[in-house]
Nanobody, 118 residues
């Protein structure tokens, strides 16, 4: 089992920045992928950014809408996942969920709300 806790959400004006953190605990040694997803109102939950590890090499993937503005990173132990968000826009509003793949299972956190408002 892996437990995930997100933090760092809040209200920010357009153009502002926030950093989200996901802390993983439990059976973290088996984590091979960590990601942030976003969901807002009736929209489906969608990938924002992901770090996956294959043969010891980390690979990052970003949604097109956040490329150049968001940066995802993780510590070497895969216990902390960070999402640095800059130049935030109204379209970035949503609940941000941490997701990990560990030991052939997926785990989700409860989410943290990011609200971009003037």
């Amino acid at each position: 089992q892996v437990q995930l806790v997100e933090s760092g959400g809040g209200m920010v004006q357009p153009g502002g920045s926030l950093t989200l953190t996901c802390t993983a605990s439990g059976s973290t040694s088996g984590i091979i992928e960590m990601a942030w997803h976003r969901q807002w109102r009736d929209q489906p939950r969608a990938l924002v950014a992901r770090i996956s590890t294959h043969r010891g090499t980390d690979r990052t993937t970003y949604a097109d809408s956040v490329k150049g503005r968001f940066t995802v990173s993780a510590d070497s132990a895969k216990t902390t996942l960070t999402l640095q968000m800059t130049n935030l826009g109204f379209e970035d509003t949503g609940n941000y969920y941490c997701n990990v793949i560990a030991n052939n299972r997926g785990y989700w956190g409860r989410g943290t709300l990011v609200s971009v408002s003037s």
